[in-house]
Each structure stands twice: as C-alpha cells, then as structure tokens.
C-alpha cells in the first residue's frame, strides 16, 4: 500500500514565525502535491513537484515555498506565518500517468494553527 | 476561478435513502472525472473515477452519472449507511495535465441511523 506521512499532525506557531511541513511517500512516485483544506473551499493546491528540484506554482501559492531534495520528499515552507495561514495542510502523490489514472495518494494532514 | 462546481455543500439524509452530489465543470478538455471520500482525521482517498466515454459507473454502492453534453456529473450513493457519513469530493483533470486535478468544494454527507 502507498504510504504518505506528514511529520505533524497538529502545530501551533505564532505569527512571523517559519514553519516547516514535511511530507514522505514510500512509493517512488514522481509528482507531489501540497494543498490546504478549508471548509466550503475544498482543496486548493498550493506547489506541486514533478521531479527532484522541480516545482510549480499551484492556486494559491503567497506566503508559501517548497523544496524537494529527494523524491520521497517534499516540504513546504511558511516564511513569515501569519493567521490567515491556519489551514488544515494535505500532502499527496501520484505516479507519472500510470493507467492514466491519475490517482493521488494523500497524507492525513497537519492541522496548523497560527496565533 | 473556480472549475469544478460542486453541491450541496452539506447533505443529511437517513440510513437506507440515496443521497446524490453534483459537479459541474466548464473545461471540455478534462477527460478524468474522480470522486475522492475523506473520513475526519483521514486524508482523501479515491473512491471512483470516470471517463467521459461513459455515462454510468457502478462500484458496489456507489455510481457515478455523466453527462458530457450538460458537463456535469453526479455521485449516487445507493442504501446509504452510517459509515458513509464523510466529505465527499468531485474532482476533473486532462491528460495534458495528467498529474493536475482539480478540486470541487466537497460536501459533507451525514446519514442519519
């Protein structure tokens, strides 16, 4: 089974803070994904990764940066939290076109709060 | 701008009925339409997906309707049971884009003993 795991389940930082999310996928997958999740917004990708050192702009991507180092992982990184940042965060992965069926494979989501 | 449409944004119906979701989406090139379900404390995960070659797809309780003319798609849930209370979310991509899915808002469906 692919597993993806998120280094925090819940976070509490203050505001000017830097925040780091760490994000690992055990299935050698090639694309990764960050998003957040907030109610009646569904889920909005903020970066994705198609490839070590490889990173696009997702939605909403201000006030966020990622870096992917190694193809199991992939951090984003708040440079300066601020409130309208506390957000439910959602890493996924998916593998490059297999079947075409596009499926991604996401973590359980860190809970960040911004006070 | 959002892409993908979804509603009701909320849903509570009682143990047996059928509660149905609906997206709809305005770019005719997407050519993947998947449903994911997310439990509280659970990341998404993919529950059923077409292609718009077909108008119907069954997995066991779950079927979803398309429309390619109308571009819209529809998440029917037969016998519906308590452990199907989630947040349900209708998505669309294009193989140019294989790896890019777009999200709809999600719904969360309550059902009721």
């Known amino acids: 089974d692919v597993k993806v795991t998120q280094s925090s389940r819940y976070l509490v930082k203050r505001t000017g803070e830097k925040v780091f999310l760490e994000c690992v996928q055990d299935m050698d997958h090639e694309n990764m994904f960050w998003y957040r999740q907030d109610p009646g917004l569904g889920l909005r990708l903020i970066y994705f990764s198609y490839d070590v050192k490889m990173k696009e702009k997702g939605d909403i991507p201000e006030g966020y940066s990622v870096s992917r180092e190694k193809k199991e992982r992939f951090s984003l990184i708040l440079e300066s939290a601020s409130t309208n940042q506390t957000s439910m965060y959602l890493c996924a992965s998916s593998s490059d076109g297999q079947g075409l069926s596009y499926e991604q494979y996401f973590g359980p989501g860190t809970r960040l709060t911004v006070t | 701008q959002q892409q993908v449409k979804q509603s009701p944004q909320s849903l509570i119906v009682q143990k047996g009925g059928i509660p149905i979701i609906n997206c709809a989406y305005e770019?005719?090139?997407?050519?993947?339409f998947p449903w994911y379900q997310q439990f509280p404390g659970k990341g998404p995960a993919l529950l059923i997906a077409?292609?718009?070659?077909?108008s119907e797809k069954k997995e066991g309780r779950f079927t979803i309707s398309f429309n390619k003319s109308a571009k819209q798609f529809s998440l029917h849930i037969m016998d519906s049971q308590p452990g199907d209370s989630a947040t349900y979310f209708c998505a669309a991509s294009t193989y140019s884009s294989a790896s890019k899915i777009i999200f709809g808002s999600g719904t969360r469906l309550s059902i009721r003993p």
């Open positions: 077409i292609r718009p070659d077909v």
């Open positions: 770019n005719t090139a997407f050519d993947y």
